[in-house]
């Protein structure tokens, strides 16, 4: 079945350094991923898109690439701050349903002062 | 611009009971997707409406159900709860879909006894 993984252990980073979380798939090729962000209790806040024909995409502090030889996509946040703990999910569309995503299980990333 | 309001944010039902929740989009959103969210199981795919349409239904079962109106505001139904419905309960809108990224609200807490 189609699925998409992501580490489900905590991330520990210390802050100032490249925070960079995983998301592989498997079963299906998507033509796009999305990343969002989810806080406790809150629904999850887009960041950014990356489209299958697109190796790499940046906004301000984040860069998201998407390999489709290895069925990836990485996320990072350079220069990190405590501000930016929290759950990142991945998630894209089904193979048979554009509007339909699939998500990954989310990866809790805590930044260290 | 105000963005998609869920509500209530909190609900406990008993068991057997039944649940409405409701969703209002971002103004010119049409479409409306619905997810559950546990700690197990991630975001689950609930339904999708577009125009006061279903468009895409997740693998649920017939207890749950929704329906869109012609103002794209939308309500989901639970009847006969159990206690695995508890869960955070998502509503997201789009323009059209989900190229462009959805935006969510910030769930209603729904906890059976």
């Known amino acids: 079945s189609q699925k998409i993984e992501q580490n489900s252990e905590a991330l520990n980073i210390q802050e100032g350094k490249t925070a960079t979380l995983t998301c592989n798939y498997t079963n299906y090729s998507p033509a796009y991923l999305q990343w969002y962000r989810q806080d406790p209790g809150r629904g999850p806040v887009f960041l950014l898109l990356?489209?299958?024909n697109e190796k790499e995409k940046r906004k301000e502090r984040l860069k998201v690439t998407f390999d489709t030889t290895l069925k990836q996509s990485l996320f990072h946040i350079t220069a990190s701050q405590p501000a930016d703990s929290a759950t990142y999910l991945c998630a894209s569309p089904r193979g048979d349903s554009n509007y339909q995503l699939i998500w990954g299980a989310g990866t809790k990333l805590i930044i260290k002062p | 611009k105000a963005g998609v309001t869920q509500t209530p944010r909190y609900l406990i039902k008993t068991r057997g009971q039944q649940v409405t929740l409701s969703c209002s989009p971002i103004?010119?959103?049409?479409?409306v997707s619905w997810y559950q969210q546990t700690p197990g199981q991630g975001l689950q795919f609930l339904f999708e409406?577009?125009?006061?349409?279903?468009?895409n239904k997740g693998n649920f079962p017939g207890r749950f159900s929704g329906r869109q109106f012609s103002n794209s505001r939308s309500e989901m139904n639970v009847s006969t709860l159990e206690l695995g419905d508890s869960a955070l309960y998502l509503c997201a809108s789009s323009l059209d879909g989900t190229v462009q990224g959805y935006t969510f609200g910030s769930g209603t807490r729904l906890t059976v006894v």
């Open positions: 103004s010119g959103h049409r479409s």
């Open positions: 409406y577009f125009s006061e349409t279903q468009r």
């Open positions: 990356i489209r299958e």
